[in-house]
């Protein structure tokens, strides 16, 4: 289900309150039985405004980037065009090219232009799918020759280029993956897509072609590519994916999934983003289409009619296998016909014989002989690493004035990364499970838990009596659970539970996600699966959330007071992850554990969240908690700060940034936390 479309609910329960029956916690964590896969039914959201779409339009096209490896945005390098070997025939011209998406890294194909037409001419983009033979694929059920010739004879120029490790494209192969990689963004689907977007910057820079008359459209994964590019670039007018829009079924390629890009959302929605742009779906009986008529086609266009635009989207099905055969073909040429080249509606062209060119004249290097000194897969993707790098050292704040670009885009990426949401306090609830009272304090056991998403966090409160309205709250999370930071039994605190309380601070500790009490009794592990990532967060992104939704629940409980967060064990990159994306914190105490973040080798672990190299990981993350007071402890000289030195002082606030190599005294810490 969609997130996003979450009920409003009223403020977490006061505590001490009885739970009505209404408001009961889950009995079960959602999170550990609904696990989702390429096969899940999905089922799309109601959205009630134009807004209300616009906003959640906006978080996708993010989410789809930044999954691609391709947000924060890297810069356009030259394309460096290499276009030759041309074929004559009545009526249209073939040329071979390849191009540098990135330096080094080619993209190839084949160039279709329609020959005796005066231009400029609209353009298609024709990326080919999972066919044996890719873009030089000629069969019954799908030919990609057959559309090119039939489009640049009909008046379009058509670029038909290589999925990744198909025919030309010999650098990365198909299998391309890694965990390493991921860390970095660095997907087989990213590169298809970073492929296709500067396939538009190609045949836009082309001058028989005019740029604001663009297409795209191709089948099964040629499919995905069409409507995952449509969705980001709005330079495609009018698109067309074929045999691949499905509530039921996402894609079984590694070039279909890429982790984060289906986290909450599938393809009925991203294909949804094209709106109010033209978009016909093609269909089949034979196929996880089949639906298409009653089930997707409806959805995509409740999307058209907030924009009143229910003419620019349209269906056809075909009774016939997974396919791009002739039919589909024609309701394509019809489609693009009327929108891109001024056709009357009723225009309806046939498909004319056609003669597919022997394979060895279309390819760009038909003896499988690159251009001298060109990178392989391991130098293109050092090469993508560096760049990344690189990107992220130039976002380092000069000027306060530079702050607000570097912490926007930095949260961006590191939200989406994890795949979390920022709740805010009327999206908590919470229930008292146990109270324990004596003359200091108040101690409650606690469930909270977000409606919307049937989550379930154990936790305990400790609430001095001295103060019974705190002025500071510290949420204090052990990677060894709440008994570990609370103590075992809840009428007798912990050490550092009856220092705080001490100083008139009250104590929440949670047990986040499968930790402690949130691990239910013989607990096997989440059954992981090809691509459980591209559907499922990290139990690292997980708990970043808990700790996320237990600072809502704070806020929602003692709205004026200040918020101290206290990270011990692993839980300190947890906490650091949600401190980074949190606001309106006073002061933290992370425990950074001796992470070493020179090296990804630290990241592969149990922290392993994709892309997480790629915005800066915990070292963007402490440099966004500024101006909040910050303590990292245990760096062992191994956890760099270089980033948070440079914001805190860019920000002014240097004295509140503390590092120290070292295990400090609780004492020192609670002093740190509450002066």
């Not at 190609?202 to 072609?209: A, E, N, Q, R």
């Not at 691949?244 to 294909?271: K, W």
């Not at 601070?505 to 996600?513: K, R």
């Not at 309106?584 to 001796?594: E, P, T």
């Amino acid at each position: 289900m969609h997130l996003a479309a979450a009920l409003v609910v009223c403020a977490g329960a006061v505590a001490a309150n009885p739970v009505n029956t209404a408001d009961a916690p889950p009995t079960t964590d959602e999170r550990l039985v609904q696990i989702r896969e390429t096969e899940t039914r999905f089922e799309f959201p109601k959205y009630s405004s134009r807004a209300e779409w616009e906003a959640r339009a906006e978080e996708l096209r993010h989410q789809i980037l930044f999954s691609a490896g391709l947000w924060p945005q890297p810069p356009k390098t030259p394309l460096r065009p290499r276009i030759f070997g041309k074929i004559e025939r009545p009526g249209y011209t073939i040329e071979k090219v390849f191009f540098e998406s990135v330096p080094g890294f080619y993209c190839t194909g084949n160039l279709y232009r329609p020959s005796g037409m005066p231009g400029p001419h609209p353009a298609v983009l024709s990326p080919h799918g999972h066919w044996q033979h890719g873009r030089l694929e000629d069969s019954e059920l799908g030919s990609i020759p057959a559309r090119c010739i039939n489009l640049a004879r009909q008046g379009f120029v058509v670029f038909a280029y290589d999925m990744v490790g198909y025919n030309d494209s010999l650098q990365i192969p198909h299998t391309f993956d890694g965990k390493r990689e991921q860390l970095w963004g660095i997907t087989l689907l990213g590169l298809q897509l970073l492929n296709s977007i500067r396939a538009v910057d190609f045949v836009s820079s082309l001058p028989d072609v005019d740029p604001s008359r663009i297409g795209c459209t191709g089948a099964s994964g040629g499919g995905t590519q069409t409507f995952l590019l449509c969705a980001v670039d709005k330079r495609v007018k009018v698109g067309a994916p074929v045999n691949m829009i499905s509530a039921h079924y996402q894609g079984g390629c590694l070039c279909e999934n890429a982790p984060g890009l289906r986290v909450d959302t599938f393809n009925v929605e991203i294909a949804a983003l094209m709106a109010p742009r033209p978009l016909l779906m093609v269909s089949a009986t034979g196929d996880w289409t089949v639906n298409t008529p009653k089930v997707e086609y409806p959805a995509v266009r409740s999307i058209y009619a907030l924009y009143k635009a229910e003419d620019n989207v349209h269906q056809v099905q075909f009774d016939a296998p997974h396919n791009y055969n002739r039919q589909s073909r024609e309701a394509v040429y019809a489609w693009f016909g009327r929108h891109l080249l001024g056709k009357p509606q009723d225009w309806a062209p046939k498909e004319e014989p056609y003669t597919a060119e022997p394979p060895e004249a279309m390819r760009v290097f038909p003896d499988g002989k690159l251009p001298d000194g060109t990178p392989d897969a391991k130098a293109v993707t050092e090469y993508l690493i560096r760049t990344a790098a690189s990107n992220l050292e130039a976002l380092m704040p000069r000027s306060r004035r530079d702050l607000l670009r570097f912490r926007q885009t930095l949260r961006d990426g590191l939200r989406h990364c994890l795949c979390v949401q920022i709740p805010k306090p009327e999206d908590v609830k919470s229930a008292t499970v146990e109270t324990h009272r004596s003359e200091r304090f108040t101690a409650s056991k606690l469930v909270i838990w977000r409606p919307s998403v049937g989550d379930r966090i154990p936790g305990v409160l400790y609430r001095p009596s001295t103060r019974p309205i705190p002025k500071k709250v510290a949420l204090v999370v052990d990677s060894n659970g709440t008994a570990a930071a609370c103590g075992s039994q809840l009428g007798t605190p912990s050490p550092l539970v009856t220092l705080l309380l001490r100083r008139g601070c009250a104590v929440l500790s949670i047990d986040p996600f499968l930790i402690g009490e949130a691990r239910p009794a013989n607990w096997q592990g989440r059954k992981e699966f090809r691509f459980f990532t591209t559907f499922n967060r990290t139990d690292t992104a997980e708990r970043v959330q808990d700790v996320l939704t237990a600072l809502a629940y704070i806020k929602a409980r003692f709205p004026k007071a200040e918020i101290a967060v206290w990270g011990r064990g692993t839980a300190g990159i947890w906490c650091l992850l949600a401190a980074g994306l949190a606001s309106q914190l006073d002061a933290l105490a992370i425990d950074a554990c001796g992470l070493d973040t020179s090296n990804d080798e630290s990241f592969l672990g149990d922290l392993f969240v994709p892309g997480l190299r790629r915005v800066g990981d915990v070292r963007a993350a402490a440099s966004l908690c500024a101006p909040a007071k910050l303590m990292l402890y245990n760096t062992q000289g191994r956890f760099q700060t270089k980033w948070a030195e440079w914001v805190y002082q860019t920000a002014g606030v240097r004295r509140y940034l503390r590092t120290d190599a070292s295990l400090p005294a609780d004492e020192t810490v609670v002093r740190w936390l509450t002066r």
